[in-house]
């Protein structure tokens, strides 16, 4: 049974493949720079470069297009064509910043690519916020203190760990995505299309409005995140009897799949990877895999909890082992005492 899956696959990766088209030509990241991506998503599709022109269409060929991460200003006319695109019934897949922030220089600020405004035509809006997370990542950070450099590791909320999914086959398997400057997403369209949100922040969540000053220094309490369950990815289709014959996976940041320019490239967590691959996968109606790819996935993030059971389960790991040896102790020299003293009553008569 495996060999012939196998085999299966093989014949797939090699016979002919359907093409995904990554746009290009608004400060997107290459084929190169989504190393992790397009090495899965060579397995079964044919990875291409895209450019929209005022002269030429989008080749009929290619039924999906992915478009990742853009930042400069995209054109009226390439908005229209992806219009038509999705009219006749193709398939897109948007990364998209809506906010932006550099970590050293701890400053955020707001993206406009005129995509924005297309989705929220759409009736998806996406917030020109940061959301803000008490699940997230830590970061070692520097500081000068004297002659001395202090390192230290600090948890930033405005890298949110995601572990909340729909039930859907694009999130199939995925149990935690890092996320950084992601934005919260709210649909206000009508019946005409299918609206389906797929990931969600934590039950400890908030927003804060762009621009945005990082204060590493703050120190975050319950009141700071008094929202749950902020959208952060969606899925939208046409129902039936709308214009709208495609589907579109839109997710609020376009940095979570991207490994960077030769070089400076970075190992993306693997299910950021499998997010983006599970999408194709869905927005192409090949989804047959995508069990198959999560499969092996292992990550058992720890569960959320109260701050006050939280630091009573640190100390108690803390204090439970040196409590354990010196009760071994005070056992072990009672025991020895008790020798001692039996041996001092022995009558040798």
């Known amino acids: 049974m495996e060999y012939a899956l196998s085999t299966s696959i093989k014949k797939l990766s090699v016979s002919e493949k359907p ?20 090495t899965e998503l060579s397995i079964l599709y044919n990875v291409e470069p895209l450019t929209l022109t005022d002269s030429t269409l989008i080749p009929s060929r290619i039924r999906t297009i992915a478009l990742v991460r853009p930042t ?23 990364a998209m910043n809506r906010v932006s922030g550099n970590l050293q220089e701890g400053y955020g600020s707001p993206v406009y690519t005129g995509l924005e405004i297309w989705l929220a035509g759409k009736g998806l809006v996406i917030e020109e916020n940061f959301v803000i997370d008490a699940n997230c990542a830590s970061v070692t950070m520097q500081q000068q203190i004297g002659n001395a450099i202090h390192v230290s590791s600090l948890a930033v909320p405005y890298i949110p760990l995601l572990s909340n999914f729909a039930d859907h086959p694009i999130t199939s398997g995925l149990e935690i995505l890092v996320m950084q400057f992601v934005s919260s997403m709210q ?24 621009p945005q000053y990082f204060n590493y220094q703050k120190r975050w309490t319950e009141a700071d995140f008094p929202l749950q369950k902020l959208v952060v990815g ?30 400076q490239q970075q190992q993306v967590h693997e ?37 006050g059971k ?33 041996r001092m009553e022995t009558n040798f008569s």
């Open 19 to 38: 093409s995904v088209g990554l746009l290009q030509g608004h400060g997107e990241p290459s084929i190169d720079q989504l190393m992790q991506v397009s």
């Open 72 to 94: 400069d200003t995209i054109r009226e006319y390439e908005l229209k064509q992806l219009d038509d695109f999705l009219a006749g019934g193709g398939r897109l897949f948007i």
């Open 187 to 210: 649909y206000t369209g009508d019946t005409t299309m299918v609206y389906t949100p797929l990931l969600f922040s934590s039950e400890k969540s908030g927003t804060q409005m762009a």
């Open 234 to 263: 969606a899925a939208l289709q046409g129902s039936p009897g709308s214009s709208f014959l495609g589907k579109m996976v839109v997710i609020a940041d376009g940095d979570f799949p991207v490994n960077g320019p030769r070089g």
């Open 271 to 307: 299910d950021n990877v499998n997010l983006l691959v599970n999408s194709i996968d869905w927005l192409s109606d090949d989804t047959g895999l995508i069990s198959l790819r999560t499969k092996g996935i292992s990550a058992r993030p720890i569960k959320e909890m109260e701050e």
């Open 310 to 342: 939280r630091t009573f389960l640190k100390w108690l790991n803390f204090l439970l082992p040196v409590l354990l040896v010196i009760i071994y102790g005070y056992v072990r020299f009672q025991m020895r005492r008790n020798q001692r003293v039996a």
